[in-house]
């Protein structure tokens, strides 16, 4: 629902108000006046904040408008309770809130106007589209939160209000009212100008993404939808795109995902309209792949001119691997011979020569070696609650605080990491309750480790370096930020559609800053302390690197993590007892099972201390070729191999529909012969 203090500041407008109106009502116009400050304050603190709680408000009726209005009117209440209804101030105040409030009607329809008007049927990246004259983006401090803006404009009219009915001098209300009525105009009118700055027209933008389309003629299409949450599931996959033989492109459908979509060469285009992506020609690209199952998939699975492959966005036993809605593509593409074995024994309808081992293109940065710190690290990377109550999609709920109580504790030390799944609490409050526990335990664990004797030397010793670290971390972040901005400051999705073109030496230096970031965010603290990661950055395979072991769930974390052929543990939160949730769910097998209460834990914290009594290696060593497939060729080889394969079949489905075609009695002779011999 929102952190502490976006609760706390709900909680603050809600009572607010009735404040509000008990102080106009008795009249008390200093209990007045506070209770409104508050309000006032509460409602920038949660819009500046961008909370869901805004939403809640809108959904019980109390939304901007109304709070604000209510505002307004109970100032009337405590002016006529004040003995002010005879006073020409106390008409003037009313006329001046009508009036304001009149403003809001042509503010906000300028602002609508000049949204639409700046909307282009399709948002792009790395594309040339200077056939189209895309205008600068009115000033974002114009539009961005700009109904808020509008309403807070009332603050002088209250204030003066309020100093004429404590000390009588009615100037101070005619001043404010004024005031808020000019600057309500004024902020009106500047807006006119921008009527102006439109984009093309749908038809011509299109157009213009059509000569593209016909000139750079990609051959294939990573198609992506989802929320916006999920943008994580595209990311992984851009790496294996730029890598590609061929000529990729990213298709998209929602305009918020494409800013949260990572730094790549190859070209976007999202098109939020099911009918402009229908416009689009895409005759040229002969495999598409989807990274999910999402129902807006259907909109590109109808073009038959090409081969649609579900490829997923992570190796895991959940039942979300194993979806029947990949019967729908023309092949599933696994990692090993564990993703096809998982779909003939779900019995989901999807054939056994549709799925093709490709291996993990994404895998390539996880390192097999151990940090070789004095202190062993383990890491707990718990996945998400998922969208039902089983008690196996995440060992947070019932296992999380005793596995981290358990490492803490550890006879021998061993530093924790903690990365919790992005999508923690977003549908079970109780997930975001525990790791937000686990949070401050180990904050309070850190702060007991920084007054061991055992590590304060170490401490005092590092601390020069320390800090050196976080000031490199500080300027590469300021240079990636400056080289994030591809256009003005506050240019809005068309602006950005205009100038947003790759540029290989702007990209290769932000990977090479992001390489140098990560080794100094490792360096900026010492080996020996916990560390709660939370971000975008660093990401999970950095964690990976820096640990000895990990502690984790069923899913495509498990799975990745065998890559790097270290210890790991799985927690069995359903509680099927070992042997089950090792028949059960694959990427288990060469694990150290836990139970709820972790009291396995001593088995995993035994192989890292002591590589001679890790008995699961040749487990390990075998279960990553069955779930990940073999080494050689690697996996982006045989990726590439198998889009190249893809490619073929396609090319020949639409050489016989071109025959069939061109010469259809020929087509019915062959069809006949084909029944003939059936028969």
């Not at 933008?205 to 949450?229: C, D, I, M, R």
């Not at 696994?334 to 024994?345: E, L, V």
């Not at 947070?396 to 924790?416: D, F």
Request: aromatic share 8%; hydrophobic share 45%.
């Amino acid at each position: 629902m929102g952190s502490r203090s976006e609760l706390a500041a709900a909680a603050l407008l809600w009572l607010g108000y009735p404040c509000v109106m008990i102080a106009a009502l008795l009249p008390d116009f200093w209990f007045f006046a506070s209770a409104a400050a508050v309000t006032y304050v509460a409602d920038w603190y949660l819009h500046h904040r961008d909370s869901r709680l805004i939403g809640l408000l809108n959904n019980v009726r109390a939304g901007l408008p109304v709070r604000f209005l209510m505002r307004q009117l109970l100032l009337i209440v405590l002016l006529a309770r004040m003995g002010l209804a005879e006073e020409r101030f106390f008409y003037a105040a009313v006329a001046g809130l009508l009036l304001f409030y009149g403003l809001q009607a042509p503010h906000s329809a300028l602002t609508g106007l000049i949204a639409k008007r700046r909307t282009m049927p399709v948002v792009t990246r790395n594309l040339d589209l200077h056939a189209v004259r895309i205008p600068d983006a009115p000033p974002a401090a114009l539009l961005h939160r700009a109904d808020e803006k509008m309403l807070h404009l009332d603050l002088p009219l209250l204030a003066g209000a309020l100093v004429a009915a404590q000390t009588g001098r009615n100037l101070a209300g005619y001043t404010g009212v004024v005031v808020s009525l000019a600057l309500a105009a004024l902020y009106t009118l500047v807006l006119v100008p921008y009527l102006r700055r439109r984009v093309p027209p749908a038809p011509k933008v299109l157009k213009a993404v059509a000569n593209w389309l016909h000139e750079y003629q990609p051959t294939v299409a990573l198609y992506f939808s989802g929320t916006e949450e999920s943008a994580y599931q595209a990311n992984m996959w851009l790496d294996t795109l730029a890598e590609l033989d061929g000529r990729p492109v990213i298709i998209m459908r929602e305009p918020y995902l494409v800013e949260k979509l990572g730094d790549t060469a190859v070209p976007v285009i999202c098109v939020p309209g099911s009918q402009h992506l229908m416009a689009l020609d895409l005759s040229t690209v002969r495999v598409a792949l989807y990274p999910a199952n999402i129902g807006k998939n259907m909109h590109m699975l109808r073009v038959p001119t090409m081969k649609h492959v579900f490829i997923g966005h992570g190796d895991s036993d959940k039942l979300a691997s194993v979806n029947p809605f990949s019967k729908a593509y023309d092949e599933v593409w696994t990692a090993g011979r564990a993703g096809r074995d998982r779909y003939a024994f779900a019995d989901v309808g999807v054939r056994d020569e549709d799925i093709v081992e490709v291996g993990r293109p994404q895998l390539a940065p996880i390192e097999t070696g151990t940090p070789e710190n004095p202190v062993p690290t383990v890491l707990y990377a718990p996945t998400w609650e998922g969208w039902d109550d089983n008690p196996g999609n995440t060992s947070l709920l019932l296992a999380g605080e005793n596995i981290i109580e358990r490492l803490l504790t550890a006879e021998k030390p061993v530093r924790v990491i903690y990365k919790p799944h992005p999508f923690t609490g977003i549908r079970d409050s109780k997930a975001k309750a525990v790791s937000d526990r686990i949070t401050a335990r180990m904050k309070k664990a850190d702060a007991e480790r920084a007054a061991d004797p055992r590590f304060a030397g170490e401490a005092a010793a590092a601390k020069a370096g320390q800090a050196a670290a976080r000031a490199e971390m500080a300027r590469i972040e300021a240079r990636l930020a400056a080289l994030a901005e591809s256009g003005r400051s506050g240019g809005d999705e068309a602006e950005q559609s205009r100038v947003s073109l790759a540029d290989p030496v702007r990209l290769e230096e932000i990977k090479q800053l992001r390489a140098e970031w990560n080794a100094a965010y490792w360096r900026s603290f010492g080996w020996w302390e916990h560390k709660v990661v939370t971000g975008s950055e660093p990401r999970l395979y950095d964690c990976f690197n820096q640990s000895d072991a990990m502690i984790s769930d069923i899913s495509s974390v498990v799975s990745d993590f065998i890559a790097s052929g270290k210890p790991y543990a799985v927690t069995d939160s359903a509680g099927l007892g070992a042997e089950e949730f090792k028949r059960q769910n694959t990427a288990v097998r060469a694990a150290v099972i836990l139970s709820n209460s972790a009291a396995e834990l001593d088995e995993l914290l035994a192989a890292v201390d002591d590589p001679g009594a890790d008995t699961l290696v040749a487990a390990r060593r075998d279960l990553k070729r069955y779930l990940l497939g073999p080494d050689e060729p690697t996996s982006i080889q045989q990726f590439n191999a198998a889009v190249r394969a893809l490619a073929v079949r396609a090319e020949g489905r639409n050489a016989r529909l071109e025959q069939r075609l061109a010469d259809p009695a020929q087509s019915e002779r062959t069809a006949l012969d084909s029944k003939a011999v059936a028969g």
